[in-house]
């Protein structure tokens, strides 16, 4: 396991292992919502970045993600749509498969213009 710092916070991450995207969408739904682990970094980026969404948990507990993006072995960045001018993105860690444990690490709204190309004709 690889130690992986952010901001004060030490995340242990399984790196031992290259997760697939595919492995990320199987986790996210079969994992349980005490499985999500909020670092520090992550409870003070949302408070300050996006107070008004209460509840990151049922985002990833009960949304359907848009977007995956892979950023490391064990790091994958999620979009989920809030609305149609923005989405919520979830930077996670993968801390261990059995049982699937995930560390949120950071969090912020982005304009979803950055996810969505319109067609140029329109």
């Known amino acids: 396991m690889g130690i992986y710092g952010y901001k004060g916070d030490e995340v242990l991450l399984d790196d031992d292992k290259d997760y697939t995207i595919e492995d990320v969408i199987n986790m996210l739904k079969n994992i349980d919502g005490d499985n999500l682990i909020k670092t520090e970094h992550f409870i003070s980026q949302h408070n300050e970045r996006i ?39 979830v930077i996670i860690g993968i801390k261990s498969e059995n049982p699937n444990k995930i560390s949120l690490i950071t969090c912020f709204k982005q304009s979803s213009k950055r996810r969505v190309r319109r067609d140029e004709k329109s």
């Open 51 to 89: 107070p008004e969404l209460d509840i990151i948990n049922d985002f990833i507990l009960k949304k359907e993600v848009v977007g995956i993006i892979k950023q490391d072995r064990a790091k994958f960045k999620l979009i989920y749509e809030i609305n149609e001018r923005y989405d919520l993105i």
